[in-house]
């Protein structure tokens, strides 16, 4: 019998670290698929970065994620840049290709993958909430998959100011800023309407984004891109007016399927990664 007990190794550089709940879905998906890979949650300190990507470099992992606080950081320990990496200017995937690392994006590729199970964004007028790292690799993503026209409504305006440049001077999409009002009221001709604030995020669970809920019309897509817990108060509001919504567990499945697809070549089933993130979510 030949054997193997050599596995493939992926894993996160982040701190904290042993809150992030990504190994539980993508080692179920190598399981599930027969893969001969490990997924390994690494605490790196930001001193320690450069050291911890030779470090992986040298035991032949084949790629790996980073999350807060190594998504900008991580681009000087690189070898080039993905297309929408370069544009959002933060990474959270690294891939091994032939001997270079390259830093792609997923943040915003999962959650448009995973509207599009919904609707196509070509065309759309979207709303988003929200103007931080999340939110800028979504609305970067939105306008690269065609979305018309994108209003940022945010909190600070120096936050969201330099989004809203970027999308104008490197997307075809037209965005707009809106210093964020009280009970802000969603235009009608929106389509598709984007929580990318942390508003809702657990422990916070009662927390929701300060709109009137009366301008929410069964004609809009809501989304929300906290994934615990996946039903935010938001998406409960928006559901009991008729709109169709999407929550924020299928953008961080979607995440998982693109980056195993980097790194493998195999295309994983995203029903058995979003059981096992909500078995140890507990939702
Ligand atoms: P950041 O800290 O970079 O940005 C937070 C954003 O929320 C800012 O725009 C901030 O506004 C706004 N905000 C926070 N609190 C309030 C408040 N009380 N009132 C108004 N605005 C507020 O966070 P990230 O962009 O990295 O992450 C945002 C969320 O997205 C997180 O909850 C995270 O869980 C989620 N996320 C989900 C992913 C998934 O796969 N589902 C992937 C990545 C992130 P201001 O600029 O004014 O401070």
């Not at 690189?78 to 997923?106: K, P």
């Not at 509001?237 to 008729?242: D, H, T």
Request: with cysteine; net charge neutral.
């Amino acid at each position: 019998m030949s054997v193997d007990f050599l596995p493939k190794l992926t894993g996160c550089f982040a701190m904290p670290a042993a809150e992030n709940p990504t190994v539980a879905m993508v080692e179920a998906a190598y399981r599930h698929h027969n893969i001969h890979a490990r997924y390994i949650t690494c605490e790196v300190a930001p001193a320690a970065l450069g050291d911890a990507v030779r470090g992986a470099k040298a035991m032949g992992w084949i790629g790996f994620n980073c999350s807060l606080p190594h998504k900008v950081a991580v681009i000087d320990h690189l070898d080039g840049l993905g297309d929408s990496a370069a544009v959002i200017g933060a990474v959270n995937t690294i891939v091994r290709r032939d001997d270079r690392w390259i830093g792609e994006n997923t943040d915003g590729r999962g959650f448009v993958e995973a509207l599009r199970a919904v609707v196509d964004p070509a065309g759309k007028r979207i709303v988003m909430f929200g103007a931080g790292g999340a939110a800028r690799a979504v609305a970067v993503e939105l306008a690269l998959a065609g979305a018309s026209r994108i209003t940022v409504v945010n909190r600070s305006r120096d936050r969201a100011a330099p989004l809203v440049t970027l999308l104008n001077e490197k997307t075809k999409a037209k965005a707009e800023l809106v210093e964020w009002p009280r009970a802000y009221r969603v235009p009608e001709d929106a389509d598709i309407v984007v929580n990318a604030t942390s508003i809702g995020l657990f422990p916070n669970v009662d927390g929701r984004p300060d709109i009137d809920l009366g301008s929410l019309l069964p004609s809009m897509i809501a989304a929300d891109l906290i994934p615990n817990p996946p039903r935010t108060v938001f998406l409960k509001e928006a559901a009991a007016r008729g709109c169709r919504t999407l929550d924020g567990l299928g953008m961080l499945v979607n995440q998982g399927v693109i980056g195993i697809r980097y790194w493998t070549g195999v295309d994983v089933d995203p029903v058995v990664m979003r059981k096992a993130l909500a078995d140890v979510l507990g939702v």
